[in-house]
T-cell receptor, first 113, second 117 residues
Framework: DAGVTQSPTHLIKTRGQQVTLRCSPK?????VSWYQQALGQGPQFIFQYYEEEERQRGNFPDRFSGHQFPNYSSELNVNALLLGDSALYLC????????????FGQGTRLTVV | AQKITQTQPGMFVQEKEAVTLDCTYDTSDPSYGLFWYKQPSSGEMIFLIY????DQQNATEGRYSLNFQKARKSANLVISASQLGDSAMYFCAMRLTNAGNNRKLIWGLGTSLAVNP
């Protein structure tokens, strides 16, 4: 049973570029949440997708956008990259939004230079 | 404002001994859930244990137990019989369960645990 998978695992981008990160939820899960974890910090909630709609959003600018596909996989897009966007991006999946436990992927480490 | 505080940036413990990682939380909502996650150097967040605000008993999962003191707003993680593989970052997190704000986890800054042989 595959867990949450994220791709790519590492990425280097230049300021001003755009990036797309991908997440496949654990089998049987239908909800995907994205978090940004800067070095030495706890994760910060970006947004959550359920039934192909953004259901809740954290304090992130519109440069951060997402999408959920009919197979429940999800993408996180970041436009006009800033140096401060360098972080580990974590995807979490769950069955419905409110379960007590969320399963996380191994993350995508994004470096903006 | 809702907040999680972990005051121990780093902790050391001898193998086979028990260790307590501190977590305090701040919320005025009566309904919430508290989580502990382990993050090894690989980056993946691994769920350890959950405590609901209305749960009467402290949660336990194998070697992990949660010392939940609601009046003090603390939810400390106790790891018994530490193993070398327990060396990692440990995060405490909270989810509010009121409508409209119940989809996100609020996280602390984490505690780095090193288990010495």
């Amino acid at each position: 049973d595959a867990g949450v998978t994220q791709s790519p695992t590492h990425l280097i981008k230049t300021r001003g570029q755009q990036v797309t990160l991908r997440c496949s939820p654990k089998s049987g899960h239908d909800t995907v949440s994205w978090y940004q974890q800067a070095l030495g910090q706890g994760p910060q909630f970006i947004f959550q997708y359920y039934e192909e709609e953004e259901r809740q959003r954290g304090n992130f600018p519109d440069r951060f956008s997402g999408h959920q596909f009919p197979n429940y996989s999800s993408e996180l897009n970041v436009n006009a990259l800033l140096l401060g966007d360098s972080a580990l991006y974590l995807c979490a999946s769950s069955f419905r939004a409110f379960n007590t436990e969320a399963f996380f992927g191994q993350g995508t480490r994004l470096t903006v230079v | 404002a809702q907040k999680i505080t972990q005051t121990q940036p780093g902790m050391f413990v001898q193998e086979k001994e028990a260790v307590t990682l501190d977590c305090t939380y701040d919320t005025s909502d009566p309904s919430y859930g508290l989580f502990w996650y382990k993050q090894p150097s690989s980056g993946e967040m691994i769920f350890l244990i959950y405590q609901g605000s209305y749960d009467q008993q402290n949660a336990t999962e194998g070697r992990y137990s949660l010392n939940f003191q609601k009046a003090r707003k603390s939810a400390n993680l106790v790891i018994s019989a530490s193993q070398l593989g327990d060396s990692a970052m440990y995060f405490c997190a909270m989810r509010l369960t009121n409508a409209g704000n119940n989809r996100k986890l609020i996280w602390g800054l984490g505690t780095s645990l090193a288990v010495n042989p």
